[in-house]
């Protein structure tokens, strides 16, 4: 898929998101890359300091990761309505793990 169909996909899955929710997200940023370089298979990856992790030290620090990996996203899915599927699944579960929810709670709510 062509790199700018991906990002609008991910713009897409952005614009879905309540309001809200955009609002509480801080110091974050969204990015794509083709793939992990140590997992392939990998559909998308949070880094950084969760909301319910942050302290009164937090301050001065680059922004919180979250990558989607396109080329695995991509190779996933059967057709491009199955990915657009993916794709806001996988933004909701790494937009989660900023908010503090681990990846058993996701998994039982069934954004696994």
Request: charged letters at 30%; glycine letters at 8%; aromatic letters at 6%.
């Amino acid at each position: 898929m062509d790199p700018e169909r991906f990002a609008d996909l991910v713009g897409e899955a952005l614009d879905e998101l309540p309001a809200e929710l955009l609002r509480a997200m801080d110091n974050v940023v969204v990015l794509v890359e083709p793939r992990h370089p140590e997992d392939p298979e990998l559909l998308g990856l949070y880094e950084g300091i969760a909301l319910t992790e942050r302290t009164s030290d937090y301050g001065g620090v680059l922004p919180d990761r979250i990558t989607l990996y396109r080329d695995a996203l991509v190779d996933a899915c059967a057709d491009d309505d199955e990915l657009r599927d993916e794709v806001a699944i996988t933004v909701v579960h790494e937009i989660a793990h900023h908010f503090g929810i681990d990846e058993a709670t996701l998994h039982r709510l069934g954004w696994g």
